[in-house]
C-alpha cells in the first residue's frame, strides 16, 4: 500500500468515525425518550395494586392446611413406627 492510499484509507475513516459521532446525539436522545416511556410504564404498574391478592391467600392458606395434614402424617407414621419396635422388642423378649 502506497503511502498516499493509506492516508486516504485513514481519512475516510475518520470522516466515518465524525459521521458517526454526529449522529450520535440523535442516537442517544431516542435512547433516553424510551428508556423514560418504559420507566413510566413500570412506574404506573408498580403503582397498581396486585391482582391476585384473594386468590394468593386462599392457596396459601390450602398450602397452610396441607402442609399441616402432612405434618400430622408423619407424627402418625412415627407413633406407628414406634409402637412396631417396641411390640418386636416385647416379643423378643418372650
Known sequence: MTMQT???VLITKLDNLLQKLENEPVRLAE????????????QTLYEQP???TEELARLIEKQSAINAELEFGKA????LDEDAEENGAEEMDR
Open 76 to 79: 402418625e407414621e412415627q407413633v
Open 50 to 52: 396486585f391482582e391476585h
Open 6 to 8: 493509506a492516508v486516504s
Open 31 to 42: 435512547s433516553i425518550a424510551k428508556n423514560e416511556t418504559q420507566l413510566k410504564n413500570a
